[in-house]
Structure formats: structure tokens, C-alpha cells
């Protein structure tokens, strides 16, 4: 069942767990009190709660068990966004509250603090060096998507005061650069330029970095000894 309209069944009184079978659906089981299904469980909750046949369960405690397997829906939602990737805070909330309740959704989160699995100031770490390695960018660029992604101002000052922003952009236009190969220098100057430009970098950082691409292609004899224009 839906975990935000999981209830007690009102047909079935509280009493004495009868059996607790296996679903189809692994590590799934029926709860039945009184020969009557009462809801459906993981089996870490069974196991967490030591439920056994012969047990009594009361009104609150099926109310707890509810909750419990609430929480257990909502954390391994959480686990499994986060496995393809670190995640900010904001993202897995937002992610959670489309199924969760708001109160399985900040409890979740707790665990997920506590534990370490989330944290805002290595998530930011993490997606300036993934940045610097596969798509650089400007610091201007790079804070406008962390803070897209719910890092505070301050964590992502602290992250992008390091970068060097005429190190990302060379890099950036190593490869584009290779892609020139053959236009004279006003040509190489402007698509290059475009090309840092729409990465964040301002003009100057631009510039410098193509007159270097520049020189170092004429040194290798990818610009067939061409001279500058400029």
C-alpha cells in the first residue's frame, strides 16, 4: 500500500498475530491478527520488532508498526536515490516528498545526517571536482548550480574560493581547441572565445586562455606556421 494512506484495517480488531506469511515480493510479509490481514511488512521491521506468531498486539503498536515501515519505505527510497550519486539535502527532499509524508521525509533525512550519507559541504566538494574533471566551468557558473541544487551561500563560497578560474578555462578549451585546427587566428579567437564564454568565464580569462591555445598550436605546427592576425 501506498505509504502516505497506510491505515489499520477497521475490519480487523486488535488481538493475537495469527501468521505472518511471505509475499510474492521479497523481503515482504502479510500480517494477519485474528486470522485477519492487518498490513503488509518489510522483513528488517518484522526482524527490528521481534513479531512472532502467538504475539498481542495492541491498537498503538500496530500504530507504531505503521509508522515503522513508513520510515523503512522512505530510507530505502533515499538509499537507492542516492546510489547513483552524492546528493544535496534539498535534493533528496524534494525527491522523498513525492511519495512521503513530510514527517517520514525530515526523520529520513536526520538518519541520513546522522549517518553521514548526506552532507551538503562534501556534496559541493564532490560536484566541483567532478566539474573540474569532465566539464569546467566558471565559479560563477559552478555557484549558480550548486546553489540550483539547495547549497547554502556560504558552503558554496567555501568550495569555489579555491578554483582557479584560468586553469578551468584552459582545460575547458583544451579539447575544443584540438576541434579549430586549421582557422586562421580571428576565426580560432572568436569560436573559442564563444565557446568560454557560454562556460561562465569573462573575457579577460578568455582571452588569455586562447592566446595560449594559440601559441601552443603554432608551436606544434597545428596551425600549419600561421601567424597571428590580431
Known amino acids: ?13 486488535m488481538g493475537i ?5 511471505a509475499q510474492k515480493r521479497r523481503h515482504r510479509v502479510n500480517l494477519f491478527i485474528d486470522g485477519k490481514f492487518a498490513v503488509g511488512l ?19 503498536e500496530l500504530e507504531e508498526l505503521l509508522k515503522a515501515e513508513q520510515l523503512h519505505k522512505g530510507m530505502e527510497a533515499a538509499v537507492r536515490f542516492l546510489s547513483y550519486r552524492p546528493r544535496s539535502q534539498a535534493e533528496v527532499r524534494t525527491r522523498l516528498l513525492r511519495n512521503h509524508p513530510d514527517w517520514v521525509v525530515e526523520s ?3 538518519k541520513l545526517k546522522d549517518q553521514r550519507l548526506i552532507d551538503d559541504a562534501a556534496f559541493a566538494q564532490f560536484w566541483k571536482e567532478n566539474r573540474d ?13 550548486l546553489r540550483r541544487k539547495g547549497v547554502d ?4 563560497a567555501e568550495v569555489i574560493q579555491s578554483l582557479d578560474e584560468e586553469s578551468s578555462a584552459y582545460l575547458a578549451a583544451r579539447g575544443k581547441a584540438a576541434s579549430l585546427h586549421g582557422l586562421c587566428y580571428r576565426d580560432f579567437r572568436r569560436k573559442l572565445g564563444s565557446y568560454l564564454n557560454r562556460r561562465g568565464f569573462d573575457y579577460s580569462v578568455s582571452a588569455s586562455v586562447v592566446n595560449r591555445l594559440w ?5 606544434d605546427g597545428q596551425e600549419n606556421g600561421l601567424e597571428s592576425d590580431s
Request: with cysteine; charged share 25%; proline share 11%.
Open 1 to 13: 500500500p501506498n505509504p502516505k494512506t497506510l491505515s489499520p484495517n477497521p475490519r480487523c480488531p
Open 17 to 21: 498475530i495469527t501468521s505472518h506469511p
Open 42 to 60: 518489510d522483513t528488517e521491521v518484522v526482524a527490528a520488532r521481534r513479531l512472532k506468531t502467538g504475539q498481542t498486539v495492541s491498537d498503538a
Open 108 to 110: 529520513v533525512l536526520q
Open 133 to 145: 574533471a569532465f566539464r569546467p566551468r566558471s565559479r560563477r557558473l559552478l555557484s549558480q548550480e
Open 153 to 156: 551561500s556560504e558552503t558554496v
Open 215 to 219: 601559441r601552443e598550436a603554432a608551436s
